[in-house]
Each structure stands twice: as structure tokens, then as C-alpha cells.
């Protein structure tokens, strides 16, 4: 089974960018989509972004759409999260998951596996 490993998380001003990544240290990613969830402060987890399995589908939820790019690259077994113009409203710990199929999906149940999280701190 994947363990997937983040990293890049940190703090930043509104406005800046951050660029997020996350690798599997076991199992190969390249068949299955890939997606961010995020935790802000006494919020539930929520879908940020999608990838499928060949990058040719991406998804977005609304309030990050036009500021954050997800990519991957299957030869690294790792996939990126691209945040530009972060805004306070950005802080919360950000998860990677891998889908249990190809297909991008904005469910967490759809995901089988999750990273530990990477806290982003964004100042005003």
C-alpha cells in the first residue's frame, strides 16, 4: 500500500505562493487520480483539488480555482499543489490522497489512502 509523504508546507503572506508536494515512499501512483483536501480551523475537511491518473482531467473547488495548479509527475510518483495569491482564508492543514480508481472524485470516501498533512500558515 502507498504511504504518501507531503511536504512544503510552511507560512506565507497573502499574496505569495506556495508549491506543495507529495510522493508515495511505497507503491506506484501513476494508475490511480490523486487529489488535495484541506482542514482549516474548526472546519471539516474539504476538497481543494483533483488530478486523474494521466493529468489530463483536474478539478477544483471554487474557492481555490484560477490561484492553485495541481500537476504530477508518474515518473516521481509524486504529485504537486501550485498555490498563487494565498490568502488567509488558505491556512489549514493540507492532506494528499490517493483515489481508489483512475477517475478524478471530490469525495474523500473515494480515497483510500492519505498523507500525514502539511500545515500552511497564510498571514494578512
Partial sequence: QA???????????????????????GGVLKWN??????Q???????FVA???WSGG?????NS?????????DNTQNTVFL???DLKPEDT???YCALAKTSATSRRSADFGSWGQGTQITVSS
Fill in 57 to 61: 482531467t483536474t478539478e477544483y473547488a
Fill in 33 to 38: 487520480a490523486m487529489a488535495w483536501f484541506r
Fill in 82 to 84: 501550485q498555490m498563487d
Fill in 92 to 94: 489549514a492543514v493540507y
Fill in 3 to 25: 504511504r504518501l509523504v507531503e511536504s512544503g508546507g510552511g507560512l506565507a503572506q497573502a499574496g505569495n505562493s506556495l508549491r506543495l508536494s507529495c510522493t508515495s515512499s
Fill in 40 to 46: 482549516g480551523p474548526e472546519k471539516e475537511r474539504e
Fill in 50 to 52: 483533483a488530478i486523474s
Fill in 64 to 72: 481555490v480555482k484560477g490561484r492553485f495548479t495541481i500537476s504530477r
